[in-house]
C-alpha cells in the first residue's frame, strides 16, 4: 500500500525551528520530484519547497527562501522540510507530496502546482505564536 506520511509538526514561537519528515512506504520516492505544500485557514494549499530526484536542486516559494531547506534521504525513503526563523504565517498544515516527474515541476509555487503532484500525505499542523 502506497502511503506517505508526515512528521514532526508542532508549536512553536516566532523565530524558532521546526523539521518535518515525510517517510514513504510501499513504493521508493529515489525517482521523483517531492514537494512540500501548506494549507493555512480559508486559504488554498500553496507550494513551499521541491526537491528534484538525481540532482537534487532544489525550488522555494519566495517567502521561505533562506529560512526552509528541503533535503532528501533516499536511503531511508524520507524527505525534510528544516524550517528556521518561524514566522506566525508559516502556521499551516503542511504536506508532502510526490510528483510523475523526476524534476520539480515548473508550476509548484504557483496556484495551479497541486495538480502536478499525485501522491500526498495526510498533513501535520505547524502553529507559530508572535
Known amino acids: 500500500q502506497l502511503q506517505l506520511v508526515e512528521s514532526g509538526g508542532g508549536y512553536m514561537q516566532a523565530g524558532g525551528s521546526l523539521r518535518l519528515s515525510c517517510a514513504a512506504s510501499?513504493?521508493?520516492?529515489?525517482?521523483?520530484?517531492i514537494g512540500w505544500f501548506r494549507q493555512a485557514p480559508e486559504r488554498e494549499r500553496e507550494g513551499v519547497a521541491c526537491?528534484?530526484?538525481?540532482?537534487?536542486?532544489?525550488n522555494y516559494r519566495d517567502s521561505v527562501k533562506g529560512r526552509f531547506t528541503i533535503s532528501r534521504d533516499d536511503a531511508k525513503n524520507t524527505v525534510y522540510l528544516q524550517m528556521n526563523s518561524l514566522k506566525p504565517e508559516d502556521t499551516a498544515v503542511y504536506y508532502c507530496?510526490?510528483?510523475?516527474?523526476?524534476?520539480?515541476?515548473?508550476?509548484?509555487?504557483?496556484?495551479?502546482?497541486?495538480?502536478?503532484?499525485?501522491?500526498w500525505g495526510q498533513g501535520t499542523q505547524v502553529t507559530v505564536s508572535p
Open positions: 510501499g513504493f521508493t520516492l529515489e525517482h521523483n520530484a
Open positions: 526537491i528534484s530526484s538525481s540532482s537534487g536542486s532544489t
Open positions: 507530496a510526490v510528483s510523475r516527474d523526476p524534476r520539480c515541476p515548473v508550476a509548484t509555487m504557483t496556484s495551479l502546482g497541486v495538480y502536478e503532484y499525485h501522491y
